[in-house]
Structure formats: C-alpha cells, structure tokens
C-alpha cells in the first residue's frame, strides 16, 4: 500500500482548514467535454440504495433490467425536442451482494461499467455496521466521478491507494475526527478501471487497538 501523492493531501489539509463541515479534493485534472448525461448511484441513511439518471435537453435513453445479472442497461441517444429528466430507479444488493449499472452514450461512443458491492441490509442485520452514514458515486459521463460520502460522528478519515492493483483505499477509523462530509472526485483514463474501497475498523475486545476491519462497500468502474 502508498499513500497519495503529497500534493493531494496538501489539497486535503488546505480544505480542512478552510471548513470544517465539508472536504473537497481531486485526485486526477477533469478533463473538459460536453456532458449529455450522468448516472448518480447513492446509498442513504437506512441503506437503500437508489440510481438516478440526469440527462440533457435533446438526449433521451432507454432504460433495460436484468434481474438475472442484478443489473441495468442504459443507452443513451439524440432526440431533437426531447427535454432534460431526471429518472429514478431502486436498486438493490441482493443476495449476491451487488448490483450493475451499464452506460452506452450512443453519442459519444463511451461505454462503461459501474458495479456496487455492499452487503444487502436485510441480510446484514447481525453484522457490524459500516461507519458511513450515507455515499453517493456520480458518473458524470466524462471519465470523472464524484465521491460524496458521509461519516459517523468521531470517525477518522484517511486516503491510500494500493500500489500492486492501484485501488483506491478510504480508510474509516473510530476517533477523533471532526470532518462528517467528504467529496472526491477521480478521473479513469481511457481503457482503465478505476477501483475504490471503504475500509472500515473496529476497536478491539480490550477497547485499547483497531485490530479488526471489514472492507464494505467497494466500488467499480470498467
């Protein structure tokens, strides 16, 4: 494992100071381009989870289930006239303990491919709590993505990423924090897949270490 480079967490540090209810970094330059659409996935406080889709003035899109593979498949295409909507769908873990959601900008000729994995809520009413309260990942459509997530009270927050497969760590820690919301965006560059995990720690019997952790939810994108 490597922590990020210096100057993210001089970003980091720079935005703590200067609020203290809200963090703001990047961990990659946003490349600009026009959007046509994004797909908002977001997890709330009582763990539903929920896929919003937002599109432009003359897109539209087409929205196909897979209850087979748990998944969604969005194609999104010109329609002169059509106007911008904002469409919802429940979306759930399931069993399997993930869910798919496909994205073909049939404009732009982008496809990609983002996967939740979390524990459904219904299933994990006898293990232990992750230590988010709420997240929400946004494709915006342009290789970037919007982390935006929300932390107990007292929770530590730190940023690693794992130098063998380049997965980005969000490290959860009771403590002595003071920041509850966090927004991080990252870039995927092209043919890449980009990888983002919470991990989460609990204190021991003792009280005295964090010698256990659970990694949950893991986010991917391909």
Request: proline fraction near 2%; glycine fraction near 4%; include cysteine.
């Amino acid at each position: 494992m490597k922590n990020l480079p210096l100057s993210i967490f001089a970003i980091i540090t720079t935005l703590i100071f200067s609020s203290c209810s809200k963090e703001e970094t990047t961990f990659l330059e946003e490349p600009s381009s026009e959007l046509f659409g994004k797909v908002v996935l977001s997890r709330d406080a009582s763990g539903a989870y929920t896929m919003d889709l937002e599109t432009n003035n003359n897109v539209a899109s087409s929205i196909t289930s897979n209850h087979k593979a748990n998944s969604l498949a969005i194609d999104l295409y010109s329609d002169t006239g059509a106007s911008e909507q904002n469409i919802s769908e429940t979306m759930s873990t399931g069993s399997d303990d993930r869910f798919s959601v496909n994205l073909n900008n049939t404009i732009t000729s982008r496809t990609s491919k983002l996967t939740i994995f979390d524990k459904e809520i219904q299933f994990s009413k006898t293990e232990e709590e992750d230590h988010l309260t709420s997240y929400s990942v946004v494709d915006n459509g342009d290789n970037t993505y919007d982390l935006n997530f929300t932390v107990d009270a007292s929770i530590e927050v730190d940023f690693t990423q794992d130098e063998a497969s380049g997965e980005y760590m969000i490290h959860l820690e009771p403590g002595a924090g003071t920041q509850t919301d966090y927004t991080v965006t990252f870039n995927r560059e092209e043919g890449e897949n980009l990888q983002i995990l919470f991990r989460n720690y609990y204190p021991s019997e003792d009280g005295r270490s964090t010698t256990g952790s659970k990694d949950k939810p893991r986010i991917w994108v391909d």
